[in-house]
C-alpha cells in the first residue's frame, strides 16, 4: 500500500521526550533552513490528524488501551503525537472504577486523564451506565441482579454523582448512556430498565450526570445507528422525547463499527437528522472490518478488500467533516494487534479493522484520513 506523500509537507524532526512528543523545526519541502529564527517548537507534527483536523477546528480522537501506554514507547508516541481527544477503552467503566462495592479504583483512569492534559489532549469519558463489563456484586450479565429495584436506583445514582464529580472539569463529552435499545428498536430490558419500569433511567441519568458536572456535554452513544431502521428512529424518538422534556442531553454518538461484509450505510442522512434535533453529532468508536485468515486474523482474505475498508473509512470521515454539528471522529484504536475484532468477530473470523498494522506502521487507511483532512479546508468550521 501506497504511503502519501503530502505536497506541503514539512521536514521535522520529533524527539520523544519524557512520553510528550515535542516538534522540532518546521520547514517547507524543498526550501532550505532558517539559519537565525527556529520555529518555536510544536507538540506535534503538522501532518498528524490531530494538526490537520485542528484547521477546521475537529478533533480527532482514538480509545486508549491502558496496558500499552506508558509502556509500549510506539503506542504511547503515537497516541500523543496524531490524536486531539483520548477515550478510555475500558478504564472508566463501572467494573474497573468499583469493583467491589465502595472501593473505587481510578488510577487507571487518573493515568489517561493526565496524559491528555500532558499532551493538550480533549477526553471522552467512556461510560457512565452500560449493561455490560457492570462490577460482578452489582449484575454479571447487566439483565438480573439479587438487589431489589431501590438499590438498583440508589446505587446508579451514586455511582453517576460519584463518577462525574471525580472527574469534573476534566471530561469534554461523556458517554452518559450507552447502547440502551436492541437491533430490533427495542429498549434492553436491563437492570435499570426493569428497576424504573420503563426508560424513564435514561433521563435521570442525564439529569444527574448534569448536576455533578454541569459544563461536560452529554452523550448518548449507541451502535447501528449509521444505518437507517428499526433502531435508529427508536434513538431518535426517545431523543426528541427528551429534547423536548428539557433534559440535558447535548449529543449523539454514532459508534460507527462497520464491516465490508455490509453496504456503507447512509450515515450523512442520520448524522443530519440527530444534528437537527438541536444535538452535537459524534464519531465515538470507528473501525472498519473485513474477512480475514483463521490463522493470521488482521490478513485480509482478499487483496481488495483494503481499498473497501479505505473507502468506508474516508465516507465516514468525510460525512462528520460535512455538518458543522460533528465535532469529533474517535477510531476505536488504531493499532490492529490491540482491536477487540478478531476476539469477538472469530466465525467467520473478521479483523484487520484499523490504522495501522500489528507493527503499529499506518496502513493506507491512515492515509486516507490523513489526505481526507489535508483536503479539508473547505469545511464548515466547528
Ligand atoms: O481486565 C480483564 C482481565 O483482568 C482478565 O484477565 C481478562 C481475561 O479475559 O479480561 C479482562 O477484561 C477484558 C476487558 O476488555 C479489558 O481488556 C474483557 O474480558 C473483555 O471482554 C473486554 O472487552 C472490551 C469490550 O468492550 C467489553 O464489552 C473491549 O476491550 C472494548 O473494546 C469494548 O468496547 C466496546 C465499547 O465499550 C462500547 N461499544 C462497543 C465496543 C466494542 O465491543
Not at 437507517?228 to 422525547?241: E, F, I, M, P
Not at 438541536?278 to 472490518?289: C, M, N, P, Q, S
Request: proline share 5%.
Amino acid at each position: 500500500m501506497h504511503r502519501l506523500r503530502l505536497t506541503f509537507a514539512v521536514a521535522s524532526t520529533a524527539v520523544l521526550l519524557g512520553g510528550q512528543l515535542t516538534f522540532v523545526g518546521s520547514v517547507p519541502a524543498g526550501a532550505a533552513p532558517p539559519a537565525a529564527k527556529p520555529s518555536p517548537p510544536q507538540a506535534y507534527p503538522a501532518d498528524s490528524l490531530r494538526a490537520l483536523a485542528a484547521r477546521v477546528g475537529l478533533r480527532v480522537g482514538t480509545a486508549v488501551n491502558m496496558d500499552q501506554l506508558g509502556t509500549n514507547e510506539k503506542y504511547t508516541q503515537i497516541t500523543a503525537q496524531q490524536f486531539s481527544s483520548v477515550t478510555a477503552e475500558n478504564v472508566m467503566k463501572w467494573s474497573e472504577v468499583e469493583p467491589t462495592r465502595g472501593n473505587y479504583t481510578w488510577e487507571k483512569a487518573d493515568q489517561l486523564v493526565a496524559f491528555a492534559k500532558k499532551n493538550k489532549q480533549l477526553v471522552r469519558g467512556h461510560t457512565l451506565l452500560w449493561h455490560n463489563q457492570l462490577p460482578t456484586w452489582l449484575s454479571s450479565d447487566g439483565y438480573t441482579t439479587t438487589l431489589s429495584n431501590d438499590e438498583v436506583k440508589a446505587v446508579l445514582k451514586k455511582h453517576i454523582f460519584d463518577q462525574a464529580r471525580h472527574f469534573k472539569g476534566d471530561i469534554w463529552q461523556w458517554d452518559v448512556v450507552n447502547e440502551a435499545f436492541d437491533d430490533n428498536g427495542q429498549p434492553r430490558q436491563t437492570i435499570w430498565y426493569k428497576a424504573w419500569g420503563g426508560t424513564g433511567y435514561i433521563a435521570d441519568a442525564f439529569r444527574w450526570a448534569h448536576q455533578a458536572d454541569p459544563k461536560a456535554l452529554l452523550f448518548y452513544n449507541d451502535y447501528n445507528l449509521e444505518f437507517t431502521g428499526v433502531k435508529s428512529d427508536a434513538v431518535y424518538a426517545l431523543v426528541r422525547s427528551l429534547k423536548a422534556q428539557r433534559v440535558p442531553i447535548h449529543g449523539l454518538g454514532f459508534q460507527g463499527h462497520l464491516s465490508t461484509q455490509y453496504g456503507y450505510p447512509d450515515l450523512t442522512n442520520n448524522l443530519e437528522r440527530f444534528a437537527a434535533l438541536g444535538l452535537k453529532v459524534a464519531l465515538t468508536e470507528v473501525d472498519v472490518r473485513t474477512l480475514t485468515k483463521a490463522d493470521a486474523v488482521n490478513e485480509p482474505v482478499d487483496a481488495l478488500a483494503p481499498y473497501a475498508q479505505e473507502s468506508y473509512w474516508s465516507r465516514t470521515l468525510k460525512a462528520c467533516l460535512a455538518i458543522r454539528a460533528c465535532i469529533s471522529f474517535t477510531p476505536w484504536g488504531f493499532g490492529d494487534a490491540y482491536s477487540w475484532v478478531p476476539g469477538v468477530f472469530a466465525d467467520p473470523q473478521e479483523g484487520a479493522a484499523l490504522i495501522y498494522d500489528e507493527q503499529l506502521n499506518p496502513k493506507g487507511q491512515y492515509d486516507v484520513l490523513q489526505q481526507d483532512l489535508a483536503l479539508a479546508a473547505g469545511a464548515p468550521r466547528r
